[in-house]
Nanobody, 123 residues
Framework: VQLQASGGGLVQAGDSLRLSCVGSGRTFSTASVGWFRQAPGKKREFLAAINYSGSSTKYTDSVKGRFSISRDNAKNSVYLQINSLKPEDTAVYYC?????????????????WGQGTLVTVSS
């Protein structure tokens, strides 16, 4: 599976942003896909994951209610909607895929990774 993340940029606090992850290969439509981020000087952080059909999702507690993950398998795409952006959301955002349930995405070694897209939130 090859993954390409996009949609990052420079935004202001309070804005919304939708990140996209486009996958290639037949495996993408049968894999769970998740989003992670890594801020400068910090460890990579799990954000959200969605299963192959979109029927199951998992969010880390700190983003519940503000982040939303979805997918469109017809477009080989997974999206991360981020609302009410804060300066502390500034990070490189990565999408990743694996054949595991969303519930374990935060604790297993994920197989496939995209290259990341930078989100910068100004105050």
């Amino acid at each position: 599976v090859q993954l390409q993340a996009s949609g990052g940029g420079l935004v202001q606090a309070g804005d919304s942003l939708r990140l996209s992850c486009v996958g290639s290969g037949r495996t993408f439509s049968t894999a769970s896909v998740g989003w992670f981020r890594q801020a400068p000087g910090k460890k990579r952080e799990f954000l959200a994951a969605i299963n192959y059909s979109g029927s199951s999702t998992k969010y880390t507690d700190s983003v519940k209610g503000r982040f939303s993950i979805s997918r469109d398998n017809a477009k080989n795409s997974v999206y991360l909607q981020i609302n009410s952006l804060k300066p502390e959301d500034t990070a490189v955002y990565y999408c990743a895929a694996d054949r595991v349930p969303p519930s374990v995405f935060a604790i297993v070694t994920i197989t496939w990774w995209g290259q990341g897209t930078l989100v910068t939130v100004s105050s």
